[in-house]
């Protein structure tokens, strides 16, 4: 069983950052990639940012240039900072983790989500 835990979040002003933090723990060889989706009210559940352990990073088109998404490979955590936040970045973000183990290869692990609110 791989644990995720999520930190950061809540309620951030248009033109502001936000910074979250995910760390992954638990029973699990080698992790392949960490990342952030997030669903907005009405929306389908979308990628934000991953990347894998050796450092490839995709980000959404809506995220471009005012995203970044660092890993601590050392203690299995993954951030994503992002700054110039508007409305529609208001979402619940979730943690991804890509995982071996004993249940697998490639098995995916959610985090519960932390709520993203951008006033204007």
């Known amino acids: 069983q791989v644990h995720l835990v999520e930190s950061g979040g809540g309620l951030v002003q248009a033109g502001g950052s936000l910074s979250l933090s995910c760390t992954a723990s638990?029973?699990?060889?080698?992790?392949?990639?960490m990342g952030w989706y997030r669903q907005a009210p009405g929306k389908q559940h979308e990628l934000v940012a991953t990347?894998?352990?050796?450092?490839?990073?995709v980000y959404a088109d809506s995220v471009k240039g005012r995203c970044i998404i660092p890993r601590d490979n050392s203690k299995n955590t993954v951030s994503l900072e992002m700054n110039s936040l508007k409305s529609e970045d208001t979402a619940v973000y979730y943690c991804?983790?890509?995982?071996?183990?004993?249940?697998?290869?490639?098995?995916?692990?959610w985090g519960k989500g932390t709520l993203v609110t951008v006033s204007t």
């Open positions: 991804n983790v890509n995982v071996d183990g004993s249940c697998g290869y490639g098995m995916r692990y």
């Open positions: 638990g029973s699990f060889w080698k992790i392949n990639a």
């Open positions: 990347t894998t352990m050796s450092g490839s990073r």
